[in-house]
């Protein structure tokens, strides 16, 4: 009878998560966003069987707190967080507001490279179109998932323009092309039709993720840069540098495809580089 119990709650958990993965493709949710809420509540369920029958705050609390104590930062326990309260709401329909403040995030600059070790990790690639993806990830501040999405039909080299279809939250904007890569994508794209994928898999689609990841990795392995750099770092680095250089904060926001302008004022730090500008009233 037990097992019985069980065959038919694992069922329940299964038709449930199928429910919420229905219900945000109707809200357009990303498939990355897709993909991490149902691992959160496939954890969270885990951690507390009784939850598809009960809303416990106390349950959900022990649950933040666990993976606090297995080192889990802020930034992820609030995804596990929303993925909780969007199951609740949505799926299970509880309306009983869920009273969980999310974690205080870690206040700090972010983490950038500077323009010589930028290219100085392009310069350890030796295919070409992984190495223009890098330089072009830099140059033009593209999130991964817009970089790999990106169609040939996307890029305006004579207005030296980028269209941005696939951003964030189904956003679309537009953003520059750099110049000195003009030649470059004008060459590669020479032969492309439309409607192809710009940086398209030997197999014809898009780049998986993971692919450009370990490009970016293994490319920084092999300099001496001890920055613990990821892919995203180049678009922190593009922001930044723009400001070092005078941009208004403004067009860095649209460049960026940033709803509020307090999302960008994180690369308002001031930097070495502005340090070193400012003239001492002596």
Same mark, same amino acid.
């Given at each position: ?38 691992? /959160? ?195 922190? /680095? ?45």
């Amino acid at each position: 009878m037990h097992k019985l119990t069980k065959i038919m709650s694992e069922k329940k958990v299964v038709r449930m998560l199928y429910e919420m993965e229905s219900e945000m493709i109707i809200r357009n949710y990303s498939p990355r966003t897709q993909k991490t809420y149902l691992y /959160s509540i496939g954890k969270y369920l885990k951690f507390d069987p009784e939850g598809m029958r009960r809303c416990s705050h106390e349950m959900i609390k022990k649950f933040l707190v666990q993976k606090a104590n297995d080192g889990i930062g802020p930034v992820s326990r609030n995804l596990y967080l929303c993925a909780i309260k969007f199951f609740y709401f949505n799926v299970l329909k509880r309306r009983k507001e869920i009273k969980i403040p999310y974690a205080k995030r870690p206040k700090g600059s972010p983490l950038t490279l500077s323009h010589e070790m930028v290219l100085q990790i392009a310069s350890q690639i030796n295919n070409y179109k992984h190495k223009l993806l890098v330089l072009l990830a830099y140059g033009t501040g593209l999130r991964l998932s817009e970089i790999i999405n990106l169609q040939v039909r996307d890029i305006n080299l004579y207005a030296r323009t980028i269209h941005v279809r696939a951003g964030k939250g189904a956003k679309r904007r537009f953003t520059i092309l750099p110049d000195k890569l003009w030649d470059r994508l004008k060459m590669y794209l020479k032969h492309r039709q439309f409607a192809d994928y710009v940086f398209k898999s030997n197999r014809g689609g898009k780049l998986h993720p993971r692919t450009v990841q370990k490009v970016f990795q293994t490319a920084l392995k092999k300099t001496d840069i001890t920055v613990p750099a990821t892919f995203h770092t180049l678009r922190h /680095s593009f922001a930044t540098h723009l400001l070092e250089n005078g941009t208004d904060i403004r067009y860095i926001q649209k460049l960026l495809g940033h709803s509020s302008l307090k999302t960008t004022q994180i690369y308002t730090h001031v930097t070495g580089k502005m340090i070193g500008q400012i003239k001492s009233p002596l």
